[in-house]
């Protein structure tokens, strides 16, 4: 007689059955759904809601919840008065620079590790992956001296866009990421390709490259998301007030301009990072889960 078999799980079916295990259980769900929301929305809804404050009101202690006199013109005043479009183009300009030549040297680096297998292969990733282990404020001194005189060409590279793409090509998280997806392509893919006469570039490109488009969209949005986030690098190697990302523009005005236009000017820097998650949420989830399971 075959016996039913079922999911086990941390609370039994039975348990939830019964009057109390369900209340207690819906009741602490319901709580760590609520308590988690707060923690993620909260400073999203305080930085909306203090973007339409007055200058004494967003000040005020303790903070009202909701603007007594809603002022939309802070956004008005915020992309007027902080160039928040030139802001914008700037960043959008260095982010896409940054996935294509991550896309592009990362891409040949994971396939050469995981199709190539060159020697010492897996020497050259552990090396690589032991610099994640390394934190980012020591390499900032190393990498600045390297941007105002580059090595052999001695070219400074400071307020060019090349001072952010450089250091961004050999990301050794990335180049993992991708080697994993590589490695679960299936080799008798690879073999038909070579008993076709296909070589290691053209493999790359007709089969590798149209199967991992879900890992490369997680890439770019990993490539786009730092350089939008990104502070600290940015303002030390883009001094000039044509070239600043729209993070160090924001805060190079924020000490002569009112806190409400400041957090104004957040608002609308954060909307285009919002609006690439929730477009591409399920690419980011399928491409970190697609290389999980070999077939």
Known sequence: MAQESGTRTLVSQAQLRRGRGRIVYWTLLATIILGFTLVFLGPLYWMVTGALKSGTEIAQTPPTLWPQHPETDNYVNAWHDLNLAKLLFNTFYYAIGAVLFQLILDTAAAYALSKLRPALGNVILGAMLATLMIPAMVLIVPQYVTVIDLPIVHVNLLDSPFAIWLPLVANAFNIFLLKRFFDSIPEDLMAAASVDGAGPLR????????????????????????????????????????????SVGIEAFSRGTSMNEIVAASVIAAIPTVIIFLIFQRNIMSGLTAGSVKG
Request: glycine share 2%; proline share 9%.
């Open 203 to 246: 493999t790359l490109w007709s089969i590798i490259l149209p199967m991992s488009r879900p890992i490369l969209g997680v890439v770019s949005i990993f490539a786009v998301t730092y350089v939008w986030k990104d502070f600290l690098w940015p303002k030390l190697v883009m001094p000039s007030a044509e070239t600043r990302t729209v």
